[in-house]
């Protein structure tokens, strides 16, 4: 799909559409604040215990709240208190955390606490955390709490397994417990150096009410209860999502904190500081998961903010990194960031086809990673908007290393190694075979919409002259998820956006404790596991830095994923957007920006 010509654009601009100018304009006579936009791939729900989507967690960390939060302007990052009454306590050997909340936090109404006001308490935050370990969620996070090892609750877990009956929330356990109304205690197997990084993480590690889930049972995904400051007003699935601002939200001020050296972050804080926060009233979200009608909803005025400009679209808007004349004449404000993220493809280890560690199944995925053109994939596809990525590790975090390389496009030697190890073509009919004679045909998932299918079609032509042939596997991205935990997908394609500063956690989808979760390749290897370990438990240093190389140096060497690319990303935002930046890791924004509601009304005559 090409990007619209000029007129097309000026055109699209003047086709306003009646239902957005009077929903903007009856919230202008209400008084109230409005901020819409739209995600480009559906949500699965809002129980944290049941979610990892990147969709999700954008608006469950706006539902929830956790101990702790990232400062909005300080960067690289800096963490500080939230519902936590003070930073936490630690012990030497980051093996106890204690934590102390502050008093007089309230979980927005809602009919699970029958009219009463319902308090916020350190049993709050232990209930949350055991439902990752109760068998009925079937939590993708499992894995990555497991991994804290915090003591005690594995038992828990095994007894419910073991005897079929109910979780048993109520057991008491050493290492996550409620010492007093206003106090909580972690205590670990191992060292946990950066346990803070999950306590400032909302989006899945948020309080939760015991007396909500009870009332709500196996439909929570549709009855997010929280302390934060927005509430969950309406849902569509996959269409449209409304928050609105909790009324019971106590007084939280805006009170961020800048580097030095940032004139446009001081500049922010000077206009904002005292405000109290959140500044909008209402957040609506919609789901428009092709990128012409996406794009078009910007231009129309339907969104007012242009979270991730559609890459197709990036020549007609920032043409050369400058925004377009169109643009600039009506105030558009433009933000790039090479983002903390990666894409990537990866292949089922379990799968007879391109699974398995011999030689031969190393030097197919090797071979179709050989014979991945990154550079036409960035000119083409992300329209110059990306960076090469050449391991798991991304950029701004911990562990990533922009001189760390592999091997790049490079199909002479793709099909040498193809040649080597029997994947020839016996019958003359241009596909190769596999060493045994049999077929070989990669089947490749992929999602209904334009980009992917852009994307399918440079997967096939370099597949093609590799001499592999190639069937895709159309489903909703939902669907696709779903199947890929359950080892049933060949090949995928996937992003990864960091959620913490913290570049271990970009090696949970090789570790063999996150299969079925993060580490959907299935992939299990011994001495990655160990390293992986190791990094987990050892702090910040030279000794951790050397561990990350070894762990990538394993993954090259058994290419269970293909890394494609960094993105560059740019957000665009209509001038009554005050205050957006794009936070260091995606969550918590809304609560940030301000609407003038009354420009905003007027841009609609």
């Known amino acids: 799909m090409s990007a619209f010509s000029r007129r097309e654009t000026l055109k699209a601009l003047s086709a306003l559409p009646l239902a957005a100018s009077s929903s903007v304009q009856a919230s202008a006579q209400s008084g109230q604040k409005v901020l819409r936009y739209a995600f480009e791939v559906a949500e699965t729900g809002f129980d944290p215990a049941a979610i990892n989507d990147l969709y999700s967690r954008i608006v469950t960390s706006h539902i929830f709240e956790s101990p702790y939060c990232y400062d909005y302007l300080a960067r690289p990052y800096e963490i500080r208190p939230a519902s936590a009454d003070s930073m936490p306590e630690v012990s030497a050997d980051f093996r106890v955390w204690i934590v102390r909340l502050k008093r007089g936090i309230y979980f927005q109404n809602d009919a699970a606490f029958k009219g009463a006001r319902r308090e916020l308490v350190a049993a709050d935050y232990v209930y949350a955390y055991k439902r990752f370990f109760d068998p009925r969620w079937k939590s993708p996070l499992l894995a990555s709490l497991a991994d804290l090892k915090i003591v005690g609750v594995a038992a828990?877990?095994?007894?419910?397994?073991?005897?079929?009956?109910?979780?048993?929330?109520?057991?008491?356990?050493?290492?996550?417990?409620?010492?007093?109304?206003?106090?909580?205690?972690?205590?670990?197997?191992?060292?946990?150096?950066?346990?803070?990084?999950?306590?400032?993480?909302?989006?899945?590690?948020?309080?939760?009410?015991?007396?909500?889930?009870?009332?709500?049972?196996?439909?929570?995904?549709?009855?997010?209860?929280?302390?934060?400051?927005?509430?969950?007003?309406?849902?569509?699935?996959?269409?449209?999502?409304?928050?609105?601002?909790?009324?019971?939200?106590?007084?939280?001020?805006?009170?961020?904190?800048?580097?030095?050296?940032?004139?446009?972050?001081?500049?922010?804080?000077?206009?904002?500081?005292?405000?109290?926060?959140?500044?909008?009233?209402?957040?609506?979200?919609?789901?428009?998961?092709?990128?012409?009608?996406?794009?078009?909803?910007?231009?129309?005025?339907?969104?007012?903010?242009?979270?991730?400009?559609?890459?197709?679209?990036?020549?007609?808007?920032?043409?050369?990194?400058?925004?377009?004349?169109?643009?600039?004449?009506?105030?558009?404000?433009?933000?790039?960031?090479l983002a903390s993220d990666i894409t990537l493809s990866y292949f089922n280890m379990e799968d007879p086809i391109v699974g398995g560690y011999t030689p031969d199944k190393v030097a197919l995925r090797r071979a179709i990673g050989l014979s991945t053109d990154i550079d036409q994939e960035i000119r083409l596809y992300w329209r110059g908007q990306a960076v090469p990525a050449h391991s798991g590790l991304m950029p701004n975090i911990v562990g990533y290393d922009k001189e760390y390389l592999v091997p790049g496009h490079d199909l002479p030697h793709a099909r040498a190694l193809l040649d080597t190890y029997g994947y020839i073509d016996r019958d003359g009919d241009g596909w190769r075979e596999q060493p045994d004679g049999s077929a070989l045909l990669l089947q490749w998932a992929t999602t209904p919409d334009q980009r992917a299918r852009q994307r399918d079609e440079l997967r096939r032509k370099d597949l093609t002259a590799l001499g592999i042939r190639v069937e895709f596997v159309t489903a909703k991205w939902p669907e696709n998820l779903k199947s890929a935990r359950a080892g049933k997908l060949m090949a995928w394609n996937l992003g990864y956006s960091a959620a913490s500063p913290d570049g271990r956690l970009s090696l949970d989808i090789m570790a063999t404790s996150h299969k079925g979760g993060q580490n959907l390749a299935r992939f299990e290897h011994k001495e990655f596991d160990r390293v992986y370990n190791l990094i987990r438990t050892l702090p910040n240093g030279p000794e951790r830095e050397r561990l990350f190389y070894e762990a990538k140096r394993i993954i090259s060497a058994y290419v269970p994923y293909k890394y494609h690319v960094h993105r560059i990303l740019t957000d665009l935002a209509w001038p009554w957007v005050i205050g957006f930046r794009r936070p260091p890791f995606w969550r918590d924004w809304w609560v940030y920006v301000d609407i003038d509601a009354e420009m905003q009304a007027k841009a609609f005559g």
């Open 156 to 337: 828990l877990r095994e007894s419910a397994l073991k005897g079929k009956q109910a979780f048993d929330y109520d057991t008491p356990i050493e290492g996550l417990r409620a010492l007093d109304r206003y106090t909580i205690r972690f205590e670990f197997g191992d060292p946990n150096p950066r346990f803070d990084e999950a306590l400032a993480d909302a989006s899945l590690y948020g309080a939760v009410a015991r007396e909500v889930v009870e009332m709500y049972g196996d439909t929570m995904m549709a009855h997010p209860v929280g302390t934060g400051p927005f509430r969950l007003a309406e849902w569509r699935r996959s269409s449209r999502i409304v928050l609105e601002r909790n009324p019971t939200y106590r007084e939280v001020f805006y009170d961020a904190h800048p580097n030095p050296e940032d004139v446009e972050g001081h500049a922010l804080r000077a206009k904002f500081k005292g405000r109290r926060l959140p500044m909008v009233d209402r957040v609506e979200v919609s789901i428009i998961e092709e990128v012409q009608p996406r794009w078009l909803s910007f231009l129309n005025k339907q969104s007012d903010v242009s979270w991730q400009l559609p890459f197709d679209f990036v020549n007609t808007a920032v043409p050369n990194g400058k925004l377009a004349p169109f643009l600039a004449k009506q105030n558009v404000q433009m933000y790039r960031v």
